[in-house]
């Protein structure tokens, strides 16, 4: 296991050739309106960590470059495919005209929810999260194929945003197989 300090992870250089080469998962992240940079740029290094094909940063999502994302990505959104959309309702139009087999699932807690250790993940998928404070948008929940929630036991009755797609993301990751 390779061990970095602090300094060492935030200037790691990264070839463009060995990143190009990465084999890329075919999972779309969305932020549907995330507004925290430390989220925003954890969820840069979620994507890297996966080897997933692109973040889209929609509607008040702030975008790269940005000091505060830049630290929190440990410059990640560098190698990374990522664009701008102005909502995530658009995104989600454009992947579907591009990949109209792609799933769309939103991290959200909803009537619709399914437990997210339930569901069995096909590919392409595209997994939208949502506004830290309000989650995901009504509109993107009317459209997705699935809802996925996380099980909360105790008192308090959410997560971060970064810290549920992480969940999310991992266990989607154990169906990769079947691609």
């Not at 993940?121 to 993107?140: D, M, Q, T």
């Not at 909360?152 to 945003?161: D, E, F, Q």
Request: include cysteine; charge should be neutral; hydrophobic fraction near 40%.
């Amino acid at each position: 296991m390779i061990k970095l300090n602090a300094k060492e992870l935030r200037t790691t250089p990264v070839d463009p050739e060995a990143a190009r080469s990465v084999k890329r998962n075919p999972i779309t992240i969305i932020l549907d309106n995330v507004l925290d940079t430390y989220n925003i740029g954890s969820i840069f290094r979620l994507a890297d960590a996966v080897a997933a094909e692109k973040v889209i940063l929609c509607g008040e999502t702030l975008t790269p470059p940005n000091s505060r994302i830049k630290k929190a990505s440990i410059n990640t959104w560098n190698w990374l495919d990522w664009e701008y959309s102005p909502s995530a309702n658009e995104a989600i139009k454009q992947i579907k005209r591009q990949a109209p087999s792609t799933t769309i699932i939103a991290v959200e807690q909803d009537s619709r929810s399914k437990p997210f250790a339930q569901v069995t993940y096909e590919f392409p998928i595209a997994l939208v999260v949502g506004h830290e404070s309000n989650g995901v948008s009504k509109e993107v929940l009317d459209v997705a194929d699935i809802i996925v929630e996380l099980p909360m036991w105790g008192i308090n009755k959410s997560l971060n945003v970064m810290v549920s797609l992480g969940i999310v993301l991992y266990e989607v990751t154990k169906h990769l197989k079947n691609t």
